[in-house]
């Protein structure tokens, strides 16, 4: 299961998964956000960060500036902008 959490005030999504993963992937298509979480060479498992998250499209991210990937927590903190 993958938890997103999104912080509106610092402009931060923490994503919080009961599984161990070996890679992180981020993509955008459509206009949403994709993330990746390769599990193994054959298993992927991943979610689309919809625009009610945010309170609209006007308040959608526009891009993702920075994140970090913590494996041994099975968390990833990313921080955008609009």
Request: glycine share 4%.
């Amino acid at each position: 299961m993958i938890t997103e959490l999104v912080d509106k005030k610092n402009n931060e999504i923490i994503l919080k998964t009961d599984f161990y993963f070996k890679k992180f992937e981020l993509k955008k298509a459509h206009g949403y956000f994709h993330f990746d979480f390769v599990i193994s060479d054959h298993t992927i498992s991943g979610i689309s960060l919809p625009y009610n998250k945010f309170g609209g499209r006007r308040y959608y991210p526009k891009r993702i500036d920075d994140f970090n990937v913590d494996l041994e927590n099975r968390e990833v903190r990313l921080v955008y902008s609009r």
